[in-house]
């Protein structure tokens, strides 16, 4: 599905991606781990089509297309979906207005008709009931005033209305007590299929626990270091991350 | 760069328009006399003067004009009208009365006269009182040359909004309308402003209204600001408070060549609010100014004022609120906001919130923020498949619908939305 090759991203003059080389296939689960600073939300973001990163080398490849020329709406209408660590308040900017105009504009995109009313309420209705949204946070302000597992179950809704192809979640457990921890990752595994492909970006395990991955990378200093199974998450949360920046270094 | 204009200005732009014919106002006579004899001192500002240190009147005064009434034409209203809402109508074609075009009430809760009306009212000797005619030659000018007016009075809750449409067309010609609203003791009243310009050019446009709000009334002024190209518009709205009225003013403007609004608001009772809330949005090159005054003569009253605005390519948008509290007018909540977002790099807004205040019980605050689009929350849009186009719309939209909101009729709030474009 995504083809990521020698692909090197700064900002300003700093470089943080240095090489990143990753495969995902439809119907897998990545997670990228690693320490703090490593380039993993900048990955995420690079992905995502953030113009505050400059590309300075590689290829991304998806679905046949290169990902690289896309604008940030348009990989978002060909189904990358990011969850943002730290998802934006929008005040003035009804939850509601924001998902059917972001629906409809994707769907004329693809020369489709905008959803009928009665269809995207019944849509609302059945991915809210799966994060455990409350409908009072819908009519309210994007994000405005959510706390911060409500922010979170909020992205997760977006991705559960968009359907994306590639969801790509960073940090998503950050912030969230272990019962919304459970409702979050209870919704993303809901929305895999063999038709698409979850990245999952964070610093801990225990979200591994909920949301099982195929595949592990170790990201450090914004080169993948380490690939493995999951039993490599469980390796990092025994024995953190300095025999891997061991191991590196030397 | 000041321009200085030569006295003899004045009277070479008074002399075009001075002999044509206008009706005689035979109760206003004294008024109009008082109003020459000042415009023989005045000059127009220059950007010198504090007042005007953003807008130039140049362009205006270097032109000459003439009176063109118009007022037996039938015109179609319908681009202003407010679907679903029913109102009255009072049409001004270039500042004239257009009776075959208006739709006036007949209610003995209101009273409407037409200025030419030789028959004298009670509120004739209120004519022209606090407005700023010693100071401003635009409200001299006026004041000695207008083209027409009403007197709208209402005496009870009169619900149903009073829509005054003005009408524009033609080169070089000047219009003045004139009015004063009154609402009397526990009476309430709503007026909506609105204008329609056809194949302008170098039109000027230089209305005066006056407000009257006796005891316990309730007073709201709508205004859309919608022009087409070839307007220079100047307003000036003088308002008058007793004891316990409410005054709402609301000033929504779509687009506009040049554009200058001033509002003075004088609260001589006690127990009243005032509110005062405006929109713009210029584009283009266009020039959008807004001034206010909120002068707290009495104690225990309250005012709020929030104005907002984006400005995009080379516009100007100009805010100056001054808010006076005096000397015994304790307990006085007064606030005022402007906020601003710069749409480009080349855009300017000039803005100016000022407190003055003599009383030592009082609690005010006054704020002016002016910044960009959060370039974040763009990207957030963006990143669920809205173009940047609709995202800067939608942002946009939520920041400017704060002061839309305020809209208290339904209807008209739909239409304010669908005008700024965002539904």
């Not at chain 2, 106002?25 to 023989?40: C, D, P």
């Not at chain 2, 009176?67 to 319908?78: A, C, R, T, V, Y």
């Not at chain 2, 739709?103 to 004739?124: C, G, Q, R, T, W």
């Amino acid at each position: 599905m995504i083809s990521i090759k020698n692909l090197h991203a700064s900002i300003g003059e700093k470089e943080i991606l240095r090489g990143i080389n990753l495969e995902v296939k439809a119907g897998e689960v990545h997670a990228i781990m690693g320490p703090n600073g490593s380039g993993k939300s900048t990955l995420s973001a690079v992905l995502a089509g953030n113009e505050n990163y400059e590309i300075t080398e590689g290829s991304v490849d998806y679905i046949g297309e290169d990902l690289l020329e896309l604008s940030t709406e348009e990989r978002a209408r060909k189904g990358i979906f990011l969850a943002f660590q730290y998802p934006i308040e929008i005040p003035g900017v009804s939850n509601m207005n924001f998902l059917r105009t972001a629906i409809n504009e994707t769907r004329e995109a693809k020369g489709e008709e905008p959803m009928a009313a009665k269809e995207f309420l019944a849509r609302v209705k059945e991915k809210s009931a799966l994060v455990e949204l409350d409908a009072s946070l819908l009519k309210r302000y994007v994000n405005e005033g959510f706390s911060g597992g409500e922010k979170k179950r909020n992205e997760i809704f977006q991705m559960a209305m968009l359907d994306p192809k590639l969801a790509i979640l960073d940090e998503t457990d950050s912030g969230l007590d272990i019962d919304a921890l459970k409702i979050v990752s209870h919704g993303v595994n809901k929305l895999k299929s063999k038709d698409n492909a979850t990245i999952v970006i964070t610093h801990y395990q225990r979200l591994l626990d909920h949301i099982v991955p195929d595949f592990v990378h170790v990201l450090y200093k914004g080169r993948i270091v380490k690939s493995g199974g999951k039993e490599l998450a469980l390796e990092l949360e025994e024995k953190g991350y300095d025999w891997i920046k061991e191991e590196v270094n030397a | 760069m000041t321009t200085i204009i030569a006295n003899n200005k004045v009277s070479e732009f008074v002399s075009s328009i001075a002999n044509e014919n206008l009706p005689c106002w035979e109760k206003f006579s004294e008024s109009r006399k008082k109003a020459k004899e000042i415009l023989t001192q005045l000059d127009f500002p220059t950007t010198r003067n504090e007042y005007w240190k953003y807008s130039r009147v140049t362009k205006i005064a270097r032109e000459t004009y003439h009176f063109k009434n118009l007022s037996e034409e039938k015109i179609d209203l319908d681009e202003v009208r407010i679907p679903d809402l029913e109102t009255y109508e009072i049409v001004f074609i270039n500042g004239f009365i257009s009776l075959v075009n208006s739709n006036l009430p007949s209610s003995d809760e209101l009273e409407i006269v037409a200025f030419s009306d030789s028959k004298s009212h009670d509120y004739d000797s209120c004519f022209s009182k606090n407005l700023d005619s010693i100071t401003n030659i635009f409200s001299a000018l006026n004041t000695a040359y207008f083209t027409d007016g009403v007197l709208i009075k209402a005496k009870g809750e009169f619900a149903k909004p009073i829509h005054i449409i003005h009408y524009s067309t033609g080169e070089n010609i000047i219009s003045q309308p004139r009015n004063m609203f009154v609402s009397t003791t526990n009476s309430s009243l709503t007026i909506l402003k609105s204008s329609i310009n056809n194949n302008t050019n170098k039109f000027f446009q230089n209305s005066v209204n006056e407000f009257f709000l006796e005891k316990n009334s309730k007073l709201n002024f709508y205004v859309i600001q919608d022009y087409k190209k070839g307007m220079n518009v100047m307003t000036t709205n003088v308002v008058n408070q007793e004891r316990d009225s409410v005054f709402s003013a609301y000033n929504y403007t779509i687009k506009g060549d040049w554009i200058r609004n001033n509002t003075n608001v004088f609260v001589n009772g006690k127990n009243c609010e005032t509110n005062l809330f405006g929109a713009y949005q210029p584009t283009g090159s266009e020039h959008i100014d807004n001034h206010t005054i909120v002068d707290h003569l009495a104690a225990h009253c309250e005012s709020n004022e929030h104005y907002k605005g984006t400005i995009a390519d080379k516009a100007t948008g100009v805010f100056n609120g001054k808010v006076f509290v005096r000397k015994d007018s304790q307990k006085i909540n007064a606030f005022q906001s402007n906020n601003n977002v710069l749409l480009s790099d080349e855009a300017t807004m000039n803005s100016k919130p000022e407190l003055e205040i003599y009383a030592d019980d009082v609690k005010c605050s006054h704020g002016s923020t002016s910044g960009q689009l959060d370039d974040e929350a763009v990207f957030y849009l963006q990143s669920r498949g809205l173009s940047k186009k609709s995202a800067t719309a939608l942002l946009i939209g939520a920041f400017l619908g704060e002061v839309v909101e305020k809209i208290e009729i339904p209807e008209l709030k739909e239409k304010v939305l669908e005008l700024y474009g965002m539904e």
